[in-house]
């Protein structure tokens, strides 16, 4: 039985002030939430404040990225070892936004799954086809060339700490989300991947999140998919009740 992991990335939205805000309103609304893991990736400012404002609260704090170099003259990077003494047990890599927008590739996705295994982080490793590559039926072979290319290289202990979650990119901030059994296929294929590489074990505990327009109003949708086994929110997750909906879903 996988254990549910709802997840929350605010992307380039929230200052400390709102981030405590935002905590001071939430962590009420699921503390007696036992059902799944939660997560939240605020932006690397507001990491501190948002590790010490959910200390003790079961709530777990992940940065949106990081570089994969320990340290060295990267202007601009934050290292994995930052990211964890900033207070955060996981870290989002390779999302959509950072490959279309700040030229993210599958290889500096594999090289930063591995820097953030190494200092102790659990990777959330994002794969997802664009619009026109599901539409000239390209998705499969897209998540097998993010897979193959991205993960297929980890070692199986590796591969058992991380998370994937699959972002289909025309599902992203459209308010267009990918049915249950889109997703669900979704999944299946990339479980399948998992398995030819890793063996049925290491696939079946495999969790896949999926991202793209979650809302309170789909959520359970989605979780009635035995292959979807969490979620990874964008703006849904920005508000405290709307956030606690989809995690209390
Ligand atoms: P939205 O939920 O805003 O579509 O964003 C999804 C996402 O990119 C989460 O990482």
Redesign the pocket.
Same mark, same amino acid.
């Given at each position: 039985m996988r254990r549910p992991v709802i997840a929350g990335?605010w992307?380039m939205y929230k200052t400390l002030a709102e981030t405590r805000a935002f905590f001071q309103a939430f962590l009420p609304l699921v503390a007696g939430t036992k059902h799944c893991d939660i997560v939240v990736a605020p932006p690397y400012t507001a990491l501190t404040a948002a590790a010490e404002s959910t200390r003790g609260s079961g709530v777990a704090i992940a940065a949106q990225d990081l570089h994969w170099a320990v340290e060295g003259a990267f202007t601009g990077e934050i290292s994995a070892r930052m990211i964890a003494e900033a207070g955060c047990r996981g870290v &989002?890599v390779g999302? +959509? !936004?950072r490959r279309q927008y700040f030229g993210e590739t599958d290889e500096s996705v594999l090289r930063k799954t591995r820097a953030a295994l190494e200092a102790g982080l659990q990777p959330i490793v994002?794969v997802g086809e664009t619009l026109v590559e599901r539409e000239g039926n390209l998705a499969e072979s897209v998540l097998k060339r993010q897979f193959e290319d991205g993960l297929a290289a980890l070692t199986p202990p590796e591969f058992s700490r991380i998370l994937l #979650?699959y !972002?289909p990119v025309w599902?992203? *901030?459209?308010g267009r989300t990918a049915t249950p059994e889109q997703a669900a296929e979704a999944h299946g294929h990339l479980r399948a991947m998992a398995a030819a590489r890793f063996g049925p074990e290491q696939a079946s505990s495999l969790r896949i999140l999926y991202? /793209? +327009? &979650?809302k309170p109003e789909n959520i359970r949708g989605l979780m009635a998919q035995a292959e979807i086994d969490g979620a990874? &929110? *964008? /703006? #849904?997750s920005l508000d405290p009740k709307s956030f606690a909906a989809i995690v209390n879903y």
């Open positions: 990335n992307k &989002v999302h +959509s !936004e994002c #979650a !972002e599902a992203i *901030g459209t991202g /793209g +327009s &979650v990874l &929110v *964008g /703006g #849904a």
